[in-house]
Nanobody, 124 residues
Framework: QVQLVESGGGLVQAGTSLRLSCAASGRTISRYAMGWFRQAPGAEREFVACISWTGGSTYHAGSVKDRFTISRDNAQNTVYLQMNSLKLDDTAIYYC?????????????????WGQGTQVTVSS
């Protein structure tokens, strides 16, 4: 079992930055692909970014590409999401997830473990 805990969310103004962290415990995540998803009120959970188990490959959704960056530190068992130039539409609960697939995975059903989420609210 892998337990995931997200942190770093908060209330920020549009145009600013936040860095989310996802700390894993219970098992090393070095053999898992890791992803970030988000869910806005009344909307379905959507893919944000993922990173392969080695960190050699990443993929970002078009809506966040060039603004968000996913990274991982397997030695620290942690995954990060650097979010720059935040927009009002980025407001959502952000979830971290781990996938046994090991490579890039963008579907929610490809992920085996999920965190509880951290709220990001972007104001004007």
């Amino acid at each position: 079992q892998v337990q995931l805990v997200e942190s770093g969310g908060g209330l920020v103004q549009a145009g600013t930055s936040l860095r989310l962290s996802c700390a894993a415990s219970g098992r090393t995540i070095s053999r898992y692909a890791m992803g970030w998803f988000r869910q806005a009120p009344g909307a379905e959970r959507e893919f944000v970014a993922c990173i392969s188990w080695t960190g050699g490959s990443t993929y970002h959704a078009g809506s966040v590409k060039d603004r968000f960056t996913i990274s991982r530190d397997n030695a620290q068992n942690t995954v990060y999401l650097q979010m720059n130039s935040l927009k009002l539409d980025d407001t959502a609960i952000y979830y971290c997830a781990a996938s046994n697939v090991q490579t890039i995975a963008i579907r929610t059903d490809a992920y085996d473990y999920w965190g509880q989420g951290t709220q990001v609210t972007v104001s004007s």
